[in-house]
């Protein structure tokens, strides 16, 4: 069996690329990989293993800190309705619409833009809920990372945050419900698969803790997926191209009850293996009126 490989970031500079290997990070040459952007715009998928396993250097000890994103011009992209899940939750909050269970039958699927690199909140840092929005909901998410030829070069964890009110008084308010301060998270690295053409057979899971007692936990797994991710890709550069490469959130399969709402201080925790852990405390951002 071949190892997994993952690349951190270890400090908060661009040029801090790192490979992890079974829990022990190597520092990479930054002459053959200067950054992220670089390999993402400029390596193909069939060159990216070489490439970082010939850069790899000393190990860092546990001197590093794992920071995501590295400053990257890369835009975020997301899928939406792909689980049965999410078209049932949100036919209940858009009073049964009907939008919903359309777009989940559509051959086209639902995509918006979700946030720009510089955007992303890594692991660790706060995300946010709307001081204007009463119902606010995480989204664990599956992400894939495309590079500026569309190809996967690997996967990550995502939590695409959400205000279900906002979003239920009306479909067309979907950018406020989901593009915001820290309305987006990513991390704590990346998983190389690259070229992979078919889901990952992983499991998404989630759990919010308040006050350190989980007030909700739940998961799902890429096989709920009601859409390959061919299709998903091809529609996102059917008319569009990504020079700086694309991070791909596939939708939620995970949807809390109707009668719960994120506060600040809650801590989620959204885990999937072998990828590993994407924790992030929520805070308040924004003004009510
Ligand atoms: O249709 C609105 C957004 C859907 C979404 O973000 C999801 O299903 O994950
Ligand atoms: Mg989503």
Known sequence: MTDNLFLINYSASENSLALCINDTVYKLDDFMIPSLHWLLSSISASEIIPRVLAAKRESLGKQFHLYWPPIGNYEVWAAGVTYKRSEEARERESNNSNLYTRIYHAQRPELFMKAVGADVIGTGQPVGIRADAIWSVPEPELVVVLNARNEVIGFSVGNDMSSRDIEGENPLYLPQAKVYERSCAVGPCIWLQPDAKVWPEVTIQIAIRRGGEVVFSGETN????????????DYLSRAKRFPNGVLLFTGTGVVPPDTFTLQAGDEISIR????????????????SN
């Open 222 to 233: 890429t096989a709920q997926i009601h859409r390959t991710m061919a299709d998903l890709i």
């Open 272 to 287: 999937i293996d072998p990828i590993g852990e994407l924790v992030n405390t929520v805070i308040v951002v924004g003004k």
